[in-house]
């Protein structure tokens, strides 16, 4: 099976599933979900889907560098 190997943030779909997110933490799907589930984190619902907005995420994650 080929696996998708992204080099740059730039490089990540516009909106990120449970799946792409847990690989790119290094942590378990439902570790993913958790996180998504989570107040602050940045996921949007669509449907019965939750997804993350790429750029919203490398928001977040730049604040919790500076924290």
Not at 14 to 43: C, D, W
């Amino acid at each position: 099976m080929n696996e998708t190997v992204y080099k740059t943030f730039d490089e990540l779909p516009m909106f990120l599933n449970v799946a792409t997110v847990a690989k790119l933490f290094g942590i378990s799907q439902s570790s993913g979900y958790e996180l998504m589930h989570e107040k602050e984190f940045p996921s949007i619902k669509i449907g019965s889907r939750i997804l993350v907005p790429r750029d919203k995420l490398k928001e977040w994650v730049e604040n919790k560098m500076m924290q």
